[in-house]
């Protein structure tokens, strides 16, 4: 059993940064694969980045690379999303996910949630 907590959404101007955070419940997040994917309005849930359960590999989307950064600190029990750069089109609701060891990049694939934040790029 995980829950998920994210935050640090909110408002930026256009070329901002901010840094999203997830905390996890639960003793088996060394364990899990982690994941972020965002959902634009009026528009299907979408893969950002995911990080292996020892936090050596990571994915990311096309649209973030060189923009965004994953991490992880397994003794915290949080995930982090770095986010530079930002654009309008990055305005979206931020989902933090977890997967037992193996990343994905499919909502689908992933066993938890949390809630959403909100992240507004303004041009």
């Known amino acids: 059993h995980v829950q998920l907590v994210e935050s640090g959404g909110g408002l930026v101007q256009a070329g901002g940064s901010l840094r999203l955070s997830c905390a996890a419940s639960?003793?088996?997040?060394?364990?899990?694969?982690m994941g972020w994917f965002r959902q634009p309005p009026g528009k299907e849930r979408e893969f950002v980045a995911a990080?292996?359960?020892?936090?050596?590999?990571?994915n990311y989307a096309d649209s973030v690379k060189g923009r965004f950064t994953i991490s992880r600190d397994n003794g915290a029990k949080k995930v982090y999303l770095q986010m530079n750069s930002l654009k309008p089109e990055d305005t979206a609701v931020y989902y933090c996910a977890a997967k037992a060891w193996t990343w994905g990049i499919l909502p689908q694939e992933y066993d938890y949630w949390g809630q959403g934040t909100q992240v507004t790029v303004s041009s």
């Open positions: 639960g003793r088996t997040f060394s364990s899990l694969a």
């Open positions: 990080i292996f359960w020892s936090g050596v590999r990571t």
